[in-house]
């Protein structure tokens, strides 16, 4: 049915374009960061072939964690001249490099040295692609930008340790590298044939501050200073739980096969629905309280793992999923709107707090499986998102 004046099709097709638009966006976002958490899929399978300790196998996995701080700042703070569509489609064939390289290597130092490589890589892709999008789209068209990258992301978790976990029981773990080595690929073309070729990555301004001025800057600020710690705690509680969490799920009671640990990541389900909400979240409960209620979720949801029940460990994966990536949401969102000046350096900064965050949690909730078992894991863990929801209650809602 089309009305008198025919706005209806107008529309129709404005809406068919906009979901193919944010559908792509999307799609880079998962193809940018599927290659992040994939291996902690099959971490025992790991441990296995280069006979390390699981602590030892947890660190050089998460290694990439270390890369994604480093590019964080580095884009941040020099990133200024680089051109978005060639800087992000140049990063993701680079990507692909110390991918395939991961499919041949036997020495442990090796493998973590090219997760490192890769999440310098998926990094400065990441960033580029964020700066990307908040240059190209109207202030209400980032938001629904964002919100379309930030689903792909977690997308990226859920399908990616699947398909790892898939092709490494089916294939071995050298195929699974190779696999996700051709994703890369796949992501460098696609960015090259849908975005648009831009210019620098923030206009200089007059009386604009030192890339060195602008990163101090964010340190005087409470709220920044408060966020950049929470997004450390919550990714510190990320890596700690879904690294080691596969230890428990492969060992007995539950004693999962790979490819039946693969399948666990479903629970990474519904934080792709839920994810997109965090900005309403905000709106109605305020950053801090926001935070507080999705971090709350996480801390139900920790509490669960510790029992020998399937279903009721699969139910506390899934509240985890929900609550970091919302609380994440929120807080990165929060960064953004706080920040008075130099955005590019609060998200750097903020990026670089966030992954640190990552590789620490891996190696201190390594060392404490290997030596105090997984309970004690748990409560380091919930301790970790009571000190951010501690953090939190400083937010205020920004006038604007």
Known sequence: MTSSDGTFPIRFRMVAADSLRFGIIALIAFLTLVDLFAAQAILPSLVVKFDVSRATMGVAVNASTFGMAIAGVAVALFGRNIDRRNGIWITLVLLAIPTTLLSVTDDIATFALLRVAQ???????????????????????????LAAYVTGNVASNFFGRILSAAVADSFGISANFLTFAILNITGALLVWLTLKKTGRMMQAEAGREPAGQAWRVQFLNNELRNCFAIGFLILFVFIGTFTYVNFQLSAAPISLSPMALGLVYFVFLPSMLTTPLAGRVARRFGPGRGIGITLGIAI???????????????????????GTFLGQAIATGHVSRVAASDKAAASGTYLASYYSGGLVGSFVLGQAYDRLGWTACVIILVMALIAAMTLARALTTPRN
Do not use: D, K
């Not at 999440?119 to 930008?145: D, I, K, N, P, W």
């Not at 949801?301 to 399937?310: M, Y």
């Not at 009721?312 to 899934?318: E, K, R, Y």
């Open 119 to 145: 999440g310098l890589c998926m990094s400065t892709a990441f960033t580029l692609t964020v700066a990307y999008l908040a240059e190209h789209y109207s202030a209400g068209q980032t938001t629904a930008a």
């Open 300 to 322: 139900a949801g920790l509490l669960a793992l510790i029992s020998p029940n399937l279903p009721v460990v699969l139910a506390g994966m899934t509240l985890i999923a929900v």
